[in-house]
T-cell receptor
């Protein structure tokens, strides 16, 4: 089956930029998503990008997509302690049944003051 | 909109008991998904419905698990009998099914502990 991989942990200082990386295998991928999960809560959609785009910016968030290398990244500018959470990358494509999302394992972001 | 609603938020039960988790999707959404999250296996899709009909239940672990969607505003996930290895957080999500990004919106989850 298709796979999505992420590094498990990232630690940054408040005010720095954070970059969370994700790789995926699905060559039919159409949309890719970033979700945020705070402790004890569900997954909250942060942003998504269509597969024919290579960049999307939304306030402090910048998503970069390298479709050739099947690499997705999420950059958070001016990271705050409130950004500490687990970030999940997910993709959707024809190979996965189109309606289903394939999630990565999540990257735990720790922001220190 | 209140978002996806799940109940109970926490459930503690003893091995062998029946457990029923409940979900109310966002009104107007055509798709409903049940996920399970554990430290060991991450986020797993168990089953999803389209217009109340189960489409893919290949993620359901075994026959002890069953899911129903009797109408567009309600779904249940039942475990009978429950086992300690079923302890996890169970999420329900819904999506509009209108094409495009068709974002899935998640509920707050039910934390299940089986003793």
């Amino acid at each position: 089956g298709e796979d999505v991989e992420q590094s498990l942990f990232l630690s940054v200082r408040e005010g720095d930029s954070s970059v969370i990386n994700c790789t995926y295998t699905d060559s039919s991928s159409t949309y890719l998503y970033w979700y945020k999960q705070e402790p004890g809560a569900g997954l909250q959609l942060l942003t998504y990008i269509f597969s024919n785009m290579d960049m999307k910016q939304d306030q402090r968030l910048t998503v970069l997509l390298n479709k050739k290398d099947k690499h997705l990244s999420l950059r958070i500018a001016d990271t705050q302690t409130g950004d500490s959470a687990i970030y999940f990358c997910a993709e959707r494509g024809v190979n996965t049944g189109f309606q289903k999302l394939v999630f990565g394992t999540g990257t735990r972001l720790l922001v220190s003051p | 909109d209140a978002g996806v609603i799940q109940s109970p938020r926490h459930e503690v039960t003893e091995m062998g008991q029946e457990v029923t988790l409940r979900c109310k999707p966002i009104s107007g959404h055509d798709y409903l998904f049940w996920y399970r999250q554990t430290m060991m296996r991450g986020l797993e899709l168990l089953i999803y419905f389209n217009n109340n009909v189960p489409i893919d239940d290949s993620g359901m672990p075994e026959d002890r698990f069953s899911a129903k969607m009797p109408n567009a505003s309600f779904s249940t996930l039942k475990i009978q009998p429950s086992e300690p290895r079923d302890s996890a957080v169970y999420f329900c999500a819904s999506s509009p099914g209108q094409g495009g990004a068709d974002t899935q919106y998640f509920g707050p989850g039910t934390r299940l502990t089986v003793l």
